[in-house]
């Protein structure tokens, strides 16, 4: 699909191959930018080609750019062409092409390319939180954003794959069945236990698990057998059930659920371990002691190693406990492995902060066990600060004092939580104020976004009211030479950068880039609609000049879909009123 910055690429790249006599193939689109620049002052548009190239031509960007600017003056869809140091070439572009192109985007179904993915296969893993309790503002952030990459890369033509790994096995999942059998008991012997061991975990939603076993199992459920797995066993089912739930109110419906301990029943780490092996990347040897850390019960073990640091690791990794379990890294790199035997050609983990230090180990599992075919990649997400009254929450899970998802969606709607969470990027530290997203001004984003939708529905049905008979479907017959004002022109441009902003997301897998885009664009809406207010003749709609207000109506419609396309993206509702 064509937009204006690959019109303008195009015109570039065969302007430079004739000007410095090189085959048109050998000025490779995808090697330099188009983009409109920083401040606004230089230009619509910007170059960079004079300086990626400058040394294959073996000449100084200023020159190459005095000659490429020489050249597209003969062009009339460019004005104004300004060369920067060290060698940008900076234009405006003529009204007719900003014309043409808001024709074809009215008419056409399509916003943006939908396939710059070309069909690549992607898991994308998110959430994963541990099931021994309901989700709470620590997952929230990870799992809006691996949902809306998720999104946006689904749009832009990649196969998606979204999935949880739950962690069902391990020795946490033990200590939340024995953190259930002591609610069982409370609930059978209706008083609390006097002393609850260290790593009971005293949220109260234990006491739903532990009334919901029983009625299902009756009160002689500590008699049986294998009671402890029994309870194991449904404590995680009901938890997960719980967790798809407040998922659920965040519009997050993931495709596959993989349980770590079915993984190990299906001897998937085994098969890992021993291809490892078979490549020659696993041995038996003793760690350094740990630097920078004081580990009492520390002593030096031989045991099973991975050659992690083959691949850039600081150091090789264990893979087997002593008491003969799997550790925790043996299990993952076994999932790695199976999402990848699964037909995934790039694995995508989303994870918090605090797990930066496992990426050079994971990375090392996977190009060994796929022979470096498979991309791996991992998005880092801060934990959010929630601030209410101007104070931080605290939260701890292990405490039960905790703030969960269904609890906040219940304060301030899905929409508020999924826009702001994208309204940071991911690496950045974010603070989720209760007090801003209830406000109805300009410093609440998502309010101010989904207002600017709202505001045009309005216009459109104030058509009515004029009783002008508009198409508002094909807009074949109107005269864009209407839209002469600066601020119409201003939000004509926001428009038409849109594809690029989705290309832009979708290759460097960053959405927050559309909250920011979506917030800009508003804006230009917003200040458009108040020169109105102010002057009479920037009405959207002039009942004295027919002409005019078609094609105002005309930008309308497109900023509409836009915003709309934005939005969905985001999984953020688009309302035609707001109260």
């Given at each position: 699909?064509?937009?204006?910055?690959?019109?303008?690429?195009?015109?570039?790249?065969?302007?430079?191959?004739?000007?410095?006599?090189?085959?048109?193939?050998?000025?490779?689109?995808?090697?330099?930018v188009?983009?409109?620049?920083?401040?606004?002052?230089?230009?619509?548009?910007?170059?960079?080609?004079?300086?990626?190239?400058?040394?294959?031509?073996?000449?100084?960007?200023?020159?190459?750019?005095?000659?490429?600017?020489?050249?597209?003056?003969?062009?009339?869809?460019?004005?104004?062409?300004?060369?920067?140091?060290?060698?940008?070439?900076?234009?405006?572009?003529?009204?007719?092409?900003?014309?043409?192109?808001?024709?074809?985007?009215?008419?056409?179904?399509?916003?943006?390319?939908?396939?710059?993915?070309?069909?690549?296969?992607?898991?994308?893993?998110?959430?994963?939180?541990?099931?021994?309790?309901?989700?709470?503002?620590?997952?929230?952030?990870?799992?809006?954003?691996?949902?809306?990459?998720?999104?946006?890369?689904?749009?832009?033509?990649?196969?998606?794959?979204?999935e949880?790994?739950?962690?069902?096995?391990?020795?946490?999942?033990?200590?939340?069945?024995?953190?259930?059998?002591?609610?069982?008991?409370?609930?059978?012997?209706?008083?609390?236990?006097?002393?609850?061991?260290?790593?009971?975990?005293?949220?109260?939603?234990?006491?739903?698990?532990?009334?919901?076993?029983?009625?299902?199992?009756?009160?002689?459920?500590?008699?049986?057998?294998?009671?402890?797995?029994?309870?194991?066993?449904?404590?995680?089912?009901?938890?997960?059930?719980?967790?798809?739930?407040?998922?659920?109110?965040?519009?997050?419906?993931?495709?596959?659920?993989?349980?770590?301990?079915?993984?190990i029943?299906?001897?998937?780490i085994?098969?890992?371990?021993?291809?490892?092996?078979?490549?020659?990347?696993?041995?038996?040897?003793?760690?350094?002691?740990?630097?920078?850390?004081?580990?009492?019960?520390?002593?030096?073990?031989?045991?099973?190693?991975?050659?992690?640091?083959?691949?850039g690791?600081?150091?090789?990794?264990?893979?087997?406990?002593?008491?003969?379990?799997?550790?925790?890294?043996?299990?993952?790199?076994?999932?790695?492995?199976?999402?990848?035997?699964?037909?995934?050609?790039?694995?995508?983990?989303?994870?918090?902060?605090?797990?930066?230090?496992?990426?050079?180990?994971?990375n090392?599992?996977?190009?060994?066990?796929?022979?470096?075919?498979?991309?791996?990649?991992?998005?880092?997400?801060?934990?959010?600060?929630?601030?209410?009254?101007?104070?931080?929450l605290?939260?701890?899970?292990?405490?039960?004092?905790?703030?969960?998802?269904?609890?906040?969606?219940?304060?301030?709607?899905?929409d508020?939580?999924?826009?702001?969470?994208?309204?940071?990027?991911?690496?950045?530290?974010?603070?989720?104020?209760?007090?801003?997203?209830?406000?109805?001004?300009?410093?609440?984003?998502?309010?101010?976004?989904?207002?600017?939708?709202?505001r045009?529905?309005?216009?459109?049905?104030?058509?009515?009211?004029?009783?002008?008979?508009?198409?508002?479907?094909?807009?074949?017959?109107?005269?864009?030479?209407?839209?002469?004002?600066?601020?119409?022109?201003?939000?004509?441009?926001?428009?038409?950068?849109?594809?690029?902003?989705?290309?832009?997301s979708?290759?460097?897998?960053?959405?927050?880039?559309?909250?920011?885009?979506?917030?800009?664009?508003?804006?230009?809406?917003?200040?458009?609609?108040?020169?109105?207010?102010?002057?009479?003749?920037?009405?959207?709609?002039?009942e004295?000049?027919?002409?005019?207000?078609?094609?105002?109506?005309?930008?309308?419609?497109?900023?509409?879909?836009t915003?709309?396309?934005?939005?969905?993206?985001?999984?953020?509702?688009?309302?035609?009123?707001?109260?």
């Amino acid at each position: 699909m064509s937009d204006i910055f690959h019109f303008y690429k195009s015109i570039i790249s065969k302007e430079f191959a004739s000007n410095f006599k090189l085959p048109e193939q050998a000025v490779n689109e995808s090697s330099f930018v188009v983009e409109s620049p920083k401040n606004e002052d230089n230009g619509d548009l910007s170059t960079n080609i004079c300086m990626v190239l400058s040394k294959d031509l073996s000449q100084p960007p200023i020159k190459i750019a005095e000659i490429l600017k020489t050249s597209l003056e003969k062009y009339s869809e460019f004005e104004q062409l300004e060369i920067a140091k060290p060698g940008f070439l900076n234009f405006r572009v003529n009204k007719s092409v900003w014309y043409k192109f808001l024709s074809e985007k009215l008419n056409s179904s399509e916003l943006y390319d939908k396939n710059i993915g070309n069909g690549q296969t992607i898991n994308v893993e998110y959430v994963s939180a541990n099931p021994t309790g309901p989700l709470h503002i620590g997952h929230c952030r990870g799992a809006v954003f691996g949902d809306v990459l998720s999104n946006l890369l689904t749009s832009t033509g990649y196969d998606v794959t979204k999935e949880y790994y739950v962690n069902d096995a391990g020795v946490q999942i033990n200590y939340l069945a024995d953190s259930v059998i002591i609610r069982i008991k409370e609930t059978l012997n209706q008083r609390n236990e006097n002393n609850y061991p260290d790593n009971f975990y005293p949220g109260e939603y234990l006491i739903d698990v532990a009334k919901k076993i029983i009625d299902k199992n009756g009160d002689k459920i500590l008699e049986q057998d294998n009671s402890f797995e029994l309870i194991k066993d449904e404590s995680v089912a009901l938890l997960l059930d719980l967790i798809k739930a407040d998922l659920k109110l965040l519009s997050i419906e993931q495709d596959h659920f993989i349980s770590e301990k079915k993984l190990i029943a299906e001897g998937k780490i085994d098969e890992a371990i021993t291809k490892l092996k078979d490549l020659d990347l696993i041995y038996e040897g003793i760690l350094d002691k740990p630097k920078g850390k004081q580990i009492e019960d520390w002593e030096p073990r031989e045991q099973m190693l991975f050659k992690s640091s083959n691949y850039g690791d600081e150091t090789d990794r264990p893979l087997q406990k002593s008491n003969g379990e799997w550790t925790y890294f043996a299990n993952d790199i076994a999932y790695h492995f199976d999402k990848y035997q699964r037909g995934s050609q790039k694995l995508i983990d989303i994870w918090g902060a605090d797990h930066g230090g496992y990426i050079k180990r994971m990375n090392a599992s996977i190009v060994a066990l796929t022979n470096d075919e498979a991309e791996f990649s991992v998005k880092l997400c801060q934990m959010v600060k929630l601030i209410s009254d101007g104070k931080q929450l605290k939260m701890s899970k292990r405490s039960g004092d905790f703030i969960t998802i269904r609890e906040l969606v219940d304060e301030v709607g899905s929409d508020s939580i999924r826009f702001m969470m994208l309204y940071r990027k991911n690496e950045a530290p974010l603070e989720f104020n209760f007090q801003k997203v209830r406000e109805q001004s300009k410093d609440n984003p998502v309010f101010y976004v989904q207002y600017a939708h709202a505001r045009i529905c309005s216009v459109i049905r104030n058509l009515k009211e004029y009783k002008l008979d508009l198409d508002l479907n094909t807009f074949d017959n109107c005269n864009y030479e209407q839209l002469r004002e600066d601020g119409e022109l201003f939000l004509l441009k926001k428009i038409m950068n849109y594809s690029s902003i989705i290309e832009t997301s979708a290759t460097l897998e960053e959405p927050h880039r559309i909250s920011y885009y979506l917030y800009d664009l508003a804006s230009a809406l917003h200040s458009l609609w108040n020169q109105g207010k102010i002057d009479k003749e920037k009405r959207f709609i002039d009942e004295n000049n027919i002409e005019r207000t078609y094609a105002r109506i005309a930008l309308l419609m497109l900023t509409k879909r836009t915003l709309k396309s934005g939005l969905d993206i985001l999984g953020v509702s688009a309302p035609e009123e707001m109260q």
